[in-house]
């Protein structure tokens, strides 16, 4: 079962989805090409978003294998997922947006990235 960061351990304004949880629950944490955050990968990729991109706060869950696009959760974008190229220059970040985790989660397992 996926580690995640808990109540103490993560930023004050990033709450879960029921959906998030209810997936991690299941152990389907792999949907390849993408994948769910460990803690520890969670971690890593947490500290170097903050480092590439200093006027954000991105809190990342995913991740796709086959390149560097990362699924986030924004602080001023509650609900909402992020779709981020990491690694970009700042300020091409944004790749897309997504309404909440379901809407994010059916666009992911139908392969559209």
Request: proline share 5%; net charge negative; charged share 30%.
């Amino acid at each position: 079962m996926i580690k995640i960061l808990n109540q103490n351990e993560k930023p004050n304004w990033v709450e879960y989805p029921l959906e998030y949880l209810n997936l991690i629950n299941t152990e389907k944490e792999e949907f390849l090409p993408w994948y769910l955050l460990d803690k520890e990968q969670l971690l890593i990729r947490y500290n170097g978003l903050k480092k590439r991109y200093p006027t954000r706060n991105l809190f990342p869950f995913a991740r796709h294998d086959d390149n560097d696009d990362v699924a986030c959760w924004e602080k001023n974008k509650p609900g909402k997922v992020i779709l981020i190229h990491d690694f970009a220059a700042s300020g091409y970040e944004d790749k897309m947006e997504f309404e909440n985790f379901n809407e994010w989660y059916i666009f992911v397992i139908n392969d559209n990235c």
